[in-house]
């Protein structure tokens, strides 16, 4: 089993509609993130979230929203999802070496 | 947060060692410095992570010099699979999340 999971993997949605993407982890450990990836660039951080009582502005974090249920998941949820956010979402983890692991990656489109 | 400086490309052939040299002129004395490999549509993975010297692991290994202003992530005898996207990383452990991601390498390995 993967140390992170993250559903769907694909999903398309259209303009306005709320969307959720989870993520949940083996590991143990306490810090969880969501990036988000456009084609040929690198990762930018959404949210961030140190514990189940700490949760973290990231770089790019207007029309997202997170939730931490528990120490293992953390989501991801777009109130009124726009074309442009159409991109790769990825989920990780990170212990306190810093070493991260991340997720498959959910493939969103936003028609 | 130490802003990297990597190139954007490099080409090799199967079986060469092929070395990416990350600029970080402004690293801070508790930051450590972590490279990670990406394929694409995938999830970044960890390679490998040092403070100072040499560290090598079963996959690469990777030279700091002592003034620590670069760092070189050195990949013996790459094979086809090796074409990917490395991202060079600097921050203090304890601080992840705050990690900003480049555009990283993109490194092609032909036959």
């Known amino acids: 089993d993967a140390d992170v999971t993250q559903t769907p993997r694909n999903r398309i949605t259209k303009t306005g509609k709320r969307i959720m993407l989870e993520c949940s982890q083996t590991?143990?450990?306490?810090?969880m993130y969501w990036y988000r990836q456009d084609p040929g660039l690198g990762l930018q951080l959404i949210y961030y979230?140190?514990?189940?009582?700490?949760?973290n502005k990231g770089e790019i974090s207007d029309g997202y929203s997170v939730s931490r249920q528990a120490q293992a998941k953390f989501s991801l949820s777009l109130e009124s999802a726009i074309p442009n956010q159409t991109a790769l979402y990825f989920c990780?983890?990170?212990?306190?070496?810093?070493?991260?692991?991340f997720g498959q990656g959910t493939r969103l489109t936003v028609v | 947060l130490a802003k990297t400086t990597q190139p954007i490309s490099m080409d090799s052939y199967e079986g060469q060692e092929v070395n990416i040299t990350c600029s970080h002129n402004n690293i801070a004395t508790n930051d450590y410095i972590t490279w990670y490999q990406q394929f694409p549509s995938q999830g970044p993975r960890f390679i490998i992570q040092?403070?100072?010297t040499k560290v090598t692991n079963e996959v690469a290994s990777l030279f700091i010099p002592a003034d620590r202003k670069s760092s070189t992530l050195s990949l013996p005898r790459v094979s086809l699979s090796d074409t990917a996207v490395y991202y060079c990383l600097v921050a203090p452990t304890d601080s992840w999340g705050k990690f900003q991601f480049g555009a990283g390498t993109q490194v092609v390995v032909t036959p």
């Open positions: 979230s140190f514990d189940v009582k700490d949760i």
């Open positions: 990780a983890t990170s212990g306190p070496r810093g070493e991260a692991f």
């Open positions: 590991k143990g450990h306490d810090r």
């Open positions: 040092g403070y100072k």
